[in-house]
């Protein structure tokens, strides 16, 4: 099943995509009397896993020709498709020819840092680039939405607490992200974490290190690789972090981007104002931003 959010009046709306259109959940789930379905964003990601037999017999009844709870996706203006996580955890240097490229060594443990709310941006929504930096640069990633209360899982279980995955493209300022030895300040500018358009639930995905990772600039292929090249594996992530930390239903984890950024290239030309970033992981639909 695919997720997403959309503007309303109201704020933001919670769909799904069938191939007849977007059902608006709320509509849907008050016309047939589906009273157990989470009707708002904030609502699904609460529950995660525990609200996906509900939505799947709600989709099921929903997509039904000409039901007036069906939307024209063209006719929506999206929002990012995990609206208001608890954290964004970010995966440093987790591909071995990425780390290659930037000079690093092979990381021995996950090198975790993070992006706050502010970062969250939609697909087709512009990214402003300040005028304090200027190395701006992309970077495509899968990202795992969390389904359910994780504490010291383990690897061999740890994708059974996952929601399902997204493309999202962990903008970076590179000047502001290599200041100090913290990168929080080149990782977390406004609108530098857009991701989307769709939640792509975990059955529909499978195994997430078998799916390719590609990045465009302004058309051009930038990055193609495959999450194959992970050093620490999605459920490696899930395991090693929930030692630490409780992650709860709807946090996002950013789990790294393979090779083909600008800041590995021997001449480097950073992205500026209209240029045009595009990223995808898997078939899970194109993910792009204007820079402006
Ligand atoms: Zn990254």
Redesign the pocket.
């Known amino acids: 099943m695919r997720i997403l959010t959309y503007k309303t009046d109201g704020g933001l709306a919670l769909g799904i995509k069938t191939g007849q259109g977007i059902i608006d959940v709320a509509a849907a789930a008050e016309a047939l009397g589906c009273s157990d379905v989470p009707v708002t964003p904030a609502a699904f990601y609460a529950q995660g896993i525990d609200a996906m037999p509900a939505m799947t017999a709600l989709a099921d009844r929903a997509d039904a020709d000409d039901a007036p709870w069906l939307l024209d996706e063209a006719t929506l203006q999206l929002g990012p498709c995990i609206a208001n996580p608890e954290k964004i955890l970010?995966?440093?240097l987790n591909y071995r020819r990425h780390a290659e490229e930037s000079g690093s060594a092979v990381p021995e443990v996950p090198v975790l840092f993070s992006k706050f709310n502010n970062a969250l941006a939609a697909n087709g929504e512009d990214v402003p680039l300040p005028s304090a930096a200027e190395k701006y640069d992309y970077?495509v990633?899968l990202a795992v939405v969390v389904g359910k209360i994780a504490v010291n899982v383990s690897e061999d279980n740890a994708l059974d607490y996952v929601l399902g995955y997204t493309n999202a493209n962990?903008l970076?300022a590179r000047d502001l992200q290599m200041r100090s030895s913290q990168w929080l300040l080149g990782?977390t500018l406004d609108k530098f974490c857009p991701i989307g358009p769709y939640l792509v639930t975990a059955d529909e995905v499978g195994d997430p290190q078998q799916l390719s990772t590609k990045s465009w600039l302004n058309g051009e292929l930038r990055q193609n690789s495959n999450t194959a090249d992970m050093i620490f594996s999605v459920a490696e992530v899930i395991a090693y972090v929930s030692r630490y930390f409780t992650l709860k239903p709807g946090d996002l984890i950013?789990t790294?981007?393979p090779e083909g950024v600008i800041l590995g290239m021997r001449e480097k030309v950073w992205m500026k104002p209209g240029d045009v970033v595009s990223i995808e992981v898997g078939d899970f639909g194109k993910l792009t931003n204007k820079l402006v």
């Open positions: 970010c995966v440093g970077e990633e962990d970076s990782k950013l790294g981007t």
